[in-house]
């Protein structure tokens, strides 16, 4: 695919949606953090759930603390893995407080110290809480990516660092949230909505539904 047609397809995007954002409802870097350390697996309904028991009552890393294990497990038990995403939380808890004066790091180094948080999680923290340009490649992008031709790969970083170089530089910060939201809900995983699509003229994707 060339850059021309790149830009196209950004353009048409950001067209569409201005102001592209996460799903996952926060209004802190540290609600964010917490909200997607519970959305491993899970939909972003579902962690929306939760976190709206949840953060009213402990939206800070001392105030999960003094929840206790027991009392962060009752509030997120809707969610799957809820066990073992609580212990990674309140592990992350204890570091941010001891090691951070509670506040979340901008950096890949000190969020990836950080039980739970994986390279994918520390992107989404250091896109969307910090607005720096970083891909967070999950499922979704990871197809948006090949199936259209915008960026190939075949594994999750390649697709990075290709999208990283590729994208156009004005559209790199919201990149990550158009491709999340067409892959969720346009260019979906079993049969894609290219009836549907604003660039299915511009996809390099040859088997192009009618739907």
Not at 140 to 164: D, M, Q
Request: aromatic share 6%; net charge positive.
């Amino acid at each position: 695919m060339n850059k021309q047609k790149r830009t196209e397809i950004f353009e048409r995007l950001k067209a569409d949606n201005p102001n592209p954002t996460t799903e996952l409802e926060y209004s802190s870097p540290f609600e964010l953090l917490a909200a997607v350390l519970l959305s491993a697996q899970a939909t972003d309904v579902g962690v929306n759930k939760a976190t709206r028991k949840l953060f009213p009552i402990a939206n800070t890393p001392q105030a999960i603390i003094d929840l206790g294990i027991d009392g962060l497990k009752e509030k997120i038990k809707t969610i799957g893995l809820f066990n073992t995403k609580a212990e990674n939380l309140m592990k992350t808890c204890h570091m941010l407080v001891e090691l951070h004066d509670s506040v979340v790091p901008d950096n890949r180094e000190d969020l990836e110290a950080l039980p739970g948080v994986g390279r994918k999680t520390a992107n989404v923290i250091l896109n969307t809480a910090f607005g720096q340009p970083a891909m967070a490649v999950d499922t979704h992008i990871f197809r948006v990516s090949n199936r259209t031709g915008i960026a190939p790969g075949k594994n999750v970083l390649e697709v990075e660092k290709r999208l990283l170089r590729l994208v156009p530089k004005e559209y790199l910060i919201d990149a990550h949230h158009w491709l999340i939201l067409h892959g969720r809900y346009v260019c979906v995983a079993r049969k894609p909505r290219c009836g549907a699509c604003n660039i299915e003229d511009l996809c390099e994707f040859k088997n192009k539904t009618d739907y």
